[in-house]
């Protein structure tokens, strides 16, 4: 079965940076595209972006172009998510996922990163 | 940008009612959408036609349906159009208990 296990939370001061990461097993990696969705507190998901397994292509949306970066690393079957100059709007839960055809079937579990001074 | 417009943004039921939600897409994304589950404090969840549901459309119109709700059906519900980037999802329906 598809699983996606998340590192866990993170608590970071303004303008800090912040790298996640994902760990997929239970298919074959680079068959599915992935995914990150954030949730602030309160709010609903938002998808913040797509990246190929074989980590040669993504796709941000515009407001997080230059603050965000997905890579993957094949070897270890693991997607990366770092996040630059944090501010407090950036404090959410955030989720990795993945799916065929680049849809979003299945979810990791969820990292809470805290942006706090 | 495609913009996902849900309704209602909540909805008040009782146990054993049946309820739509809607999705509404600003252009065709054919069939490439997804209703999820939300319960507090948990990740997402896919749901697949025949989970106690029923999902009709294509183009720009989606309808999820609960039929006869269960206690467990209480939650919010997310749309997700992939079809085209940047991906989005709607704002989401809480579905609570009357």
């Known amino acids: 079965q598809v699983q996606l296990v998340q590192s866990g939370a993170e608590v970071k001061e303004p303008g800090a940076s912040v790298k996640l990461s994902c760990k997929a097993s239970g298919y074959i990696f680079t068959s599915y595209f992935l995914h990150w969705v954030r949730q602030a507190p309160g709010q609903g998901l938002e998808w913040m972006g797509i990246?190929?397994?074989?980590?040669?292509?993504?796709n941000y949306p515009q407001r997080f172009q230059g603050r965000i970066i997905m890579t993957t690393d094949t070897s270890s079957n693991t997607v990366y998510l770092e996040v630059s100059r944090l501010r407090s709007e950036d404090t959410a839960v955030y989720y990795c996922?993945?799916?065929?055809?680049?849809?979003?079937?299945?979810w990791g579990q969820g990292t809470q990163v805290t942006v706090s001074s | 940008d495609i913009q996902m417009t849900q309704s209602p943004s909540s909805l008040s039921a009782s146990v054993g009612d049946r309820v739509t939600i809607t999705c509404r897409a600003s252009q065709d994304i054919g069939n490439d959408f997804g209703w999820y589950q939300q319960k507090s404090g948990k990740a997402p969840k896919r749901l697949l036609s025949g989970d106690s549901t029923l999902q009709s459309g294509s183009g720009t119109e989606f309808t999820l349906t609960l039929t006869s709700l269960q206690p467990e059906d209480f939650a919010t519900y997310y749309c997700l159009q992939h079809n085209t980037y940047p991906f989005s999802f709607g704002q989401g329906t809480k579905l609570e208990i009357k």
């Open positions: 996922a993945t799916g065929s055809r680049r849809s979003v079937e299945y």
């Open positions: 990246i190929n397994p074989i980590g040669d292509s993504t």
